[in-house]
């Protein structure tokens, strides 16, 4: 299998100046010092190629290897974007963009019970209390998440469990908000896990304008305490403020910063633009093999780092992303591209055009 050599730093941009609490460069006076090197603060995996088992597998190996973030015995939660996932059975999510595909999740469980994990935990909150995981089908159709969720855990030590968090965490702890909440209950599956990994899909969204791996772990809230009824049928956490991107960031950034995930992959293979999260919000299918001539990975062990990235490659103006500068400016990792090194393919080759979401102002 080919293995996509690590590139040299990014070439700097003009400078690295930036001022108090902002992400932003900017530059005061006439004339201007010469200023030093940027010190990079993050590193990016971006891997290109069609089999989306190996580029992720080539994506962590870059990094330096599952070892260097998971250790033996520990249990480790991932958190796929599984949005659309409980009517998998009619709604082809996986060929739509909606959804996280399989076959990352199943790349990243393997290479966390090979570095050692006792237990891997896959747990979704979505939209219903439970949902079947035997419709989480590869893009293929030869395997789903029961079947290899049954042969990894006879192939190590350690074993891999499927949550629907609603209906499977044994209980709900709460983490500080700067929101009128104060606090946000988080699933007991996610906090009592040693290592916490999102692996989410690039999506445009109509009240957050990406939803990355940032957003990813709205997902990990109760239903019970923030959701409702919609049609009665299905329920989505409308009790959270989506009045405007910021609003809604807050929710999601306070939860970042309480469990600290040591993980991102975004998956650059069948996404979606537009009107996101869904088709039926008013988003449109994009299949990266088309647009870009290959599908992507891109990780990173900083997710601020992992979503900057993905925004340049969407070609959204990353000052303009709420998300990215209140993340920033909370400390929650590096956005500056020149700061985050890239290793694997080179940014320039991967920027594509993205159509961006309409925002809407009022709660979802």
């Not at 090197?37 to 190629?49: D, H, L, S």
Request: include cysteine; proline fraction near 4%; hydrophobic fraction near 40%.
């Amino acid at each position: 299998m080919h293995r996509t050599p690590r590139r040299d730093f990014l070439k700097a941009g003009l400078g690295a100046a930036v001022a108090v609490a902002s992400p932003w460069p900017c530059r005061t006076g006439i004339g201007f010092a010469q200023e030093p090197p940027p010190t990079i603060n993050a590193q990016v995996a971006a891997i290109r190629g069609g089999d989306l088992d190996s580029m992720t597998r080539d994506a962590l190996d870059a990094l330096g290897g599952m070892r260097t973030v998971v250790d033996k015995g520990e249990t480790v939660f991932i958190k796929p974007n599984f949005v659309t996932f409980p009517w998998a059975k009619h709604n082809k999510c996986f060929h739509a963009g909606e959804c996280t595909k399989p076959e990352i999740v199943i790349a990243v469980t393997e290479e966390c019970l090979k570095a050692g994990a006792a237990e891997v935990v896959i747990g979704e909150g979505s939209h219903l209390k439970r949902f079947d995981w035997r419709y989480a089908i590869t893009l293929d159709g030869k395997t789903h998440l029961v079947k290899e969720a049954a042969r990894l855990s006879s192939k190590y030590r350690g074993k891999v469990t499927l949550a629907c968090l609603e209906a499977d965490s044994a209980g709900w702890v709460e983490l500080p908000s700067k929101t009128p909440l104060k606090k946000i209950a988080v699933s007991r599956l996610v906090t009592n896990a040693d290592k916490v990994i999102s692996i989410a899909v690039a999506k445009t969204h109509s009240w957050a304008q990406l939803t990355l791996a940032l957003k990813n772990f709205l997902g990990i809230t109760p239903l019970s305490r923030y959701a409702q009824l919609i049609d009665n049928t299905w329920w989505n956490r409308g009790t959270f403020d989506h009045s405007s991107p910021q609003a809604i960031a807050q929710v999601y950034l306070d939860i970042v910063k309480g469990i600290k995930p040591a993980l991102s992959i975004i998956d650059f293979s069948i996404c979606l633009e537009a009107d996101g999260p869904s088709r039926g919000q008013g988003g449109a299918t994009v299949d990266m093999k088309k647009r870009l001539g290959s599908w992507a990975i891109v990780a990173s062990t900083d997710i601020m780092a992992a979503d900057a990235t993905a925004a340049r490659i969407m070609s959204h103006d990353t000052s303009k992303v709420k998300q990215l500068g209140m993340g920033f400016v909370m400390g929650l990792g590096e956005i500056r591209e020149e700061s985050i090194r890239i290793v694997g393919e080179k940014l320039g080759n991967l920027r594509v055009k993205w159509k961006p979401a309409r925002i809407k102002g009022h709660r979802a």
